[in-house]
């Protein structure tokens, strides 16, 4: 059999991407010998004799081997344009192999280079000798089979296999690397999206002839045609891919190539939501969401948010702020899988039930092309300021659903009245609210009025790093507007939502507590360090509205929390032993402070508020400028070395036994001062109220359960005496025979 005349160089670059690719596709590389699938045209030379006899002096590129056999070819071209010498050749391989020997079913041809963009085409020979390309969906896969794909092939005899939605990684992969081509091709960071918008617009509108000459132009004719099918003509401007594009012309093919491994021409047919979920991917990581002006919502939160407003498919949802379109997408999703094969169901919701403005005519536009993905419901998103906009007359929504933009002059309260506004009778709004809104003292005045003429439901407090890489502490916020607040609140923190930072993007994880808060939400639940279902507190000067001030300290388990408390015993140990010389002729003046304090047995029963128990202040003004080198215990923001940063000239402010906690720096990493010492501005002082007694042991343990309760000191909820003053602290836990044991051991190691 002839084989085409080939550059070897060329040719072997084919190979080795063909290597790469099922090294990504989790086949086994190695030879069969040594347990893998993979033998290659060079091992196979002397691997088989009846390969002589079968083949003669020909190999191909690769065999696949499974259960010690060989069941597949894949042979290799150097150019696209050689994609059917390639399919004929691992063909005839295919076939010469299974006569009399073995049984070769399945042939591969893989046509290409990574510069140029590779094509890959899957074909099956039945019992009748007839080769069928291999599909998934009605469509021929664009990439190399899996392992499994190959066992479902053959096991069923059938050329057809079940496609699986890509991973999470996999669309990172190449939303990560389509970014990277449009780099290279000159692209503004701001136009990438519109651009893979435009390419996706066109594969779902018919196939694309990838030739350099020609690609701009079919993409722009099927883009044409897709809008004008959705009654969208008049974003043709913006989704049309114009100007001098020559280097573009030359790395499209690129990404057609990418987007051919996620087999995502047959996903289009499975109805689920792959284009949706790739192109949401693209946005989030494959740019920079600042040069877009875009705070992408991860699509669990929204879902999350559509669940606990109970987004039905008689509602109509409104986001004013719609960006990329995530909540109506969560809106629609939910909607439509309540009508089922209701057509006209169906095309009530895309038509009338779905409402969305942005100011910004290319973000909206993406909105309008993420719903097209996500199979419609676009008819009402508009390039307009949601404070203008007058389509529709007022009320007209039954649920609104908004992250509004946190930098902008209109205020996110601003963006909340509006809502309220064009809410009907019983209406719901859940929005994405910044922290600081809800626990500032500045936004008092604005809080007690929301509570005057509307119903707070919910807040449930997020991750802070849930829109990473920018960093906003922020909450979900549900009301039920134009009805005076009673009654109680539904306050919860999310610590997992089920990502993590890994290699600087949001990961899935393990642990995920989201829905555990649909449950808790639903039955009102509290939990402890959870959630809690309370009415607010009626004296509260600020008017707060964050489960932070609300949800009950966690119920500590006793040996955790008394290992804690020995944990700050330990710390002071190691501060004491580390300024040894500097702080010996204090000791006097400790002990003298500790005297005061040594008792036999606890002296607080059950559960006491701080604020009954010590005088909080703030340290003294810090000496601003140099400080000299000196003699006195500074104490200052740091969370290590018992909060010293160092012995200065300074006078000595404390000269009883208090607790210290930074309030900037570490906020909440309290320590126990058993020196004498000064402590500056950027602490808080407890010091014991008149007539109160405590034990040394106790005041290690109130500073234990303070640092196990700083998580409800975030941004725009800073920590102060007030707030401090407030923590219950329960002291039947503290288990005071083992935490006075451990505090004697840890001073005979001080005085050895």
């Given at each position: 059999?002839?084989?085409?005349?080939?550059?070897?160089?060329?040719?072997?670059?084919?190979?080795?991407?063909?290597?790469?690719?099922?090294?990504?596709?989790?086949?086994?590389?190695?030879?069969?010998?040594?347990?893998?699938?993979?033998?290659?045209?060079?091992?196979?030379?002397?691997?088989?004799?009846?390969?002589?006899?079968?083949?003669?002096?020909?190999?191909?590129?690769?065999?696949?081997?499974?259960?010690?056999?060989?069941?597949?070819?894949?042979?290799?071209?150097?150019?696209?344009?050689?994609?059917?010498?390639?399919?004929?050749?691992?063909?005839?391989?295919?076939?010469?192999?299974?006569?009399?020997?073995?049984?070769?079913?399945?042939?591969?041809?893989?046509?290409?280079?990574?510069?140029?963009?590779?094509?890959?085409?899957?074909?099956?020979?039945?019992?009748?000798?007839?080769?069928?390309?291999?599909?998934?969906?009605?469509?021929?896969?664009?990439?190399?089979?899996?392992?499994?794909?190959?066992?479902?092939?053959?096991?069923?005899?059938?050329?057809?296999?079940?496609?699986?939605?890509?991973?999470?990684?996999?669309?990172?992969?190449?939303?990560?690397?389509?970014?990277?081509?449009?780099?290279?091709?000159?692209?503004?960071?701001?136009?990438?999206?519109?651009?893979?918008?435009?390419?996706?617009?066109?594969?779902?509108?018919?196939?694309?002839?990838?030739?350099?000459?020609?690609?701009?132009?079919?993409?722009?004719?099927?883009?044409?045609?897709?809008?004008?099918?959705?009654?969208?003509?008049?974003?043709?401007?913006?989704?049309?891919?114009?100007?001098?594009?020559?280097?573009?012309?030359?790395?499209?093919?690129?990404?057609?190539?990418?987007?051919?491994?996620?087999?995502?021409?047959?996903?289009?047919?499975?109805?689920?939501?792959?284009?949706?979920?790739?192109?949401?991917?693209?946005?989030?990581?494959?740019?920079?969401?600042?040069?877009?002006?875009?705070?992408?919502?991860?699509?669990?939160?929204?879902?999350?948010?559509?669940?606990?407003?109970?987004?039905?498919?008689?509602?109509?949802?409104?986001?004013?702020?719609?960006?990329?379109?995530?909540?109506?997408?969560?809106?629609?999703?939910?909607?439509?899988?309540?009508?089922?094969?209701?057509?006209?169901?169906?095309?009530?919701?895309?038509?009338?039930?779905?409402?969305?403005?942005?100011?910004?005519?290319?973000?909206?536009?993406?909105?309008?092309?993420?719903?097209?993905?996500?199979?419609?419901?676009?008819?009402?998103?508009?390039?307009?300021?949601?404070?203008?906009?007058?389509?529709?007359?007022?009320?007209?929504?039954?649920?609104?659903?908004?992250?509004?933009?946190?930098?902008?002059?209109?205020?996110?309260?601003?963006?909340?009245?509006?809502?309220?506004?064009?809410?009907?009778?019983?209406?719901?709004?859940?929005?994405?609210?910044?922290?600081?809104?809800?626990?500032?003292?500045?936004?008092?005045?604005?809080?007690?009025?929301?509570?005057?003429?509307?119903?707070?439901?919910?807040?449930?407090?997020?991750?802070?790093?849930?829109?990473?890489?920018?960093?906003?502490?922020?909450?979900?916020?549900?009301?039920?507007?134009?009805?005076?607040?009673?009654?109680?609140?539904?306050?919860?923190?999310?610590?997992?939502?089920?990502?993590?930072?890994?290699?600087?993007?949001?990961?899935?994880?393990?642990?995920?507590?989201?829905?555990?808060?649909?449950?808790?939400?639903?039955?009102?639940?509290?939990?402890?360090?959870?959630?809690?279902?309370?009415?607010?507190?009626?004296?509260?000067?600020?008017?707060?509205?964050?489960?932070?001030?609300?949800?009950?300290?966690?119920?500590?388990?006793?040996?955790?929390?008394?290992?804690?408390?020995?944990?700050?015993?330990?710390?002071?140990?190691?501060?004491?032993?580390?300024?040894?010389?500097?702080?010996?002729?204090?000791?006097?003046?400790?002990?003298?402070?500790?005297?005061?304090?040594?008792?036999?047995?606890?002296?607080?029963?059950?559960?006491?508020?701080?604020?009954?128990?010590?005088?909080?202040?703030?340290?003294?003004?810090?000496?601003?400028?140099?400080?000299?080198?000196?003699?006195?215990?500074?104490?200052?923001?740091?969370?290590?070395?018992?909060?010293?940063?160092?012995?200065?000239?300074?006078?000595?402010?404390?000269?009883?036994?208090?607790?210290?906690?930074?309030?900037?720096?570490?906020?909440?990493?309290?320590?126990?001062?058993?020196?004498?010492c000064n402590v500056d501005d950027n602490c808080m002082v407890m010091t014991l109220r008149q007539g109160i007694k405590l034990s040394v042991e106790e005041f290690y343990y109130v500073a234990a359960v303070i640092r196990e309760e700083k998580w409800r000191y975030k941004y725009g909820r800073q920590i102060t005496p007030y707030r401090l003053?407030?923590?219950?602290?329960?002291?039947?836990?503290?288990?005071?025979?083992?935490?006075?044991?451990?505090?004697?051991?840890?001073?005979?190691?001080?005085?050895?």
């Open positions: 059999m002839a084989k085409s005349t080939k550059p070897k160089y060329a040719e072997a670059r084919a190979r080795n991407y063909t290597v790469a690719e099922l090294k990504k596709l989790n086949w086994d590389v190695k030879h069969p010998n040594s347990g893998g699938n993979i033998l290659e045209e060079k091992e196979a030379k002397h691997f088989d004799p009846r390969f002589d006899e079968l083949l003669g002096k020909d190999r191909p590129d690769f065999l696949i081997y499974a259960a010690g056999f060989p069941v597949a070819v894949i042979e290799c071209k150097n150019e696209k344009t050689k994609i059917e010498v390639a399919i004929d050749e691992a063909k005839d391989y295919a076939e010469a192999l299974s006569v009399n020997h073995f049984d070769v079913r399945i042939a591969i041809g893989v046509a290409g280079n990574e510069e140029d963009g590779v094509t890959v085409r899957n074909y099956y020979r039945d019992a009748n000798g007839n080769w069928t390309e291999i599909q998934g969906n009605s469509y021929p896969l664009t990439q190399l089979l899996t392992l499994d794909q190959l066992n479902q092939v053959l096991l069923n005899k059938k050329p057809t296999i079940d496609l699986q939605i890509p991973t999470e990684a996999e669309f990172y992969e190449v939303a990560e690397e389509i970014n990277k081509i449009m780099h290279e091709a000159k692209v503004n960071k701001s136009d990438r999206a519109v651009y893979l918008a435009s390419i996706i617009l066109a594969m779902q509108e018919g196939d694309i002839d990838t030739r350099p000459n020609v690609i701009l132009e079919q993409i722009n004719a099927n883009v044409e045609a897709a809008l004008r099918k959705k009654s969208k003509s008049s974003l043709k401007p913006i989704f049309s891919i114009t100007g001098n594009k020559q280097k573009l012309r030359k790395q499209l093919p690129l990404i057609f190539h990418n987007l051919d491994r996620l087999n995502i021409r047959a996903l289009m047919n499975s109805g689920a939501d792959i284009l949706g979920k790739f192109y949401e991917t693209f946005l989030r990581y494959g740019n920079d969401a600042k040069e877009l002006g875009i705070v992408f919502t991860p699509r669990h939160i929204t879902n999350l948010m559509a669940e606990l407003i109970d987004v039905g498919a008689t509602d109509t949802v409104y986001d004013p702020s719609c960006g990329t379109g995530g909540f109506l997408i969560a809106a629609f999703t939910r909607m439509i899988n309540q009508v089922g094969n209701n057509k006209r169901a169906l095309d009530k919701i895309k038509l009338e039930k779905l409402i969305g403005t942005d100011v910004d005519s290319k973000i909206s536009a993406l909105a309008v092309a993420n719903m097209i993905f996500r199979g419609d419901g676009r008819s009402n998103i508009y390039d307009d300021s949601c404070f203008t906009f007058n389509k529709f007359k007022k009320p007209f929504a039954t649920k609104t659903l908004m992250n509004p933009p946190f930098a902008q002059t209109e205020t996110e309260n601003m963006f909340l009245e509006h809502c309220f506004s064009v809410l009907k009778p019983g209406g719901l709004s859940a929005s994405i609210f910044t922290y600081a809104v809800l626990a500032e003292k500045n936004g008092k005045e604005w809080r007690a009025d929301l509570l005057k003429n509307h119903q707070v439901l919910a807040v449930i407090t997020v991750p802070d790093e849930l829109f990473y890489p920018t960093s906003a502490t922020t909450v979900i916020f549900i009301c039920r507007p134009n009805i005076p607040h009673t009654g109680k609140v539904w306050f919860c923190r999310i610590n997992n939502d089920g990502y993590k930072i890994k290699r600087k993007k949001r990961v899935e994880t393990t642990g995920s507590q989201i829905d555990k808060v649909k449950n808790h939400y639903l039955t009102k639940q509290s939990e402890r360090g959870f959630s809690i279902y309370t009415t607010l507190k009626k004296n509260d000067p600020l008017v707060e509205l964050v489960p932070e001030a609300y949800i009950e300290p966690i119920d500590y388990d006793k040996a955790y929390i008394n290992e804690k408390t020995e944990q700050l015993l330990r710390e002071f140990t190691s501060f004491v032993l580390k300024y040894e010389t500097d702080i010996k002729r204090l000791e006097n003046k400790r002990h003298s402070i500790l005297n005061a304090h040594i008792f036999d047995k606890p002296v607080q029963k059950g559960n006491v508020y701080l604020k009954d128990l010590f005088d909080i202040n703030y340290g003294e003004n810090s000496v601003k400028g140099n400080l000299e080198a000196g003699s006195t215990i500074s104490i200052s923001s740091q969370g290590v070395d018992n909060g010293c940063c160092g012995l200065f000239d300074l006078p000595i402010t404390i000269n009883e036994l208090v607790i210290t906690v930074p309030r900037t720096g570490s906020i909440g990493y309290s320590f126990v001062q058993e020196y004498p003053g407030e923590h219950l602290i329960d002291f039947s836990i503290l288990d005071f025979k083992r935490v006075n044991t451990f505090r004697k051991r840890m001073n005979n190691k001080i005085s050895l």
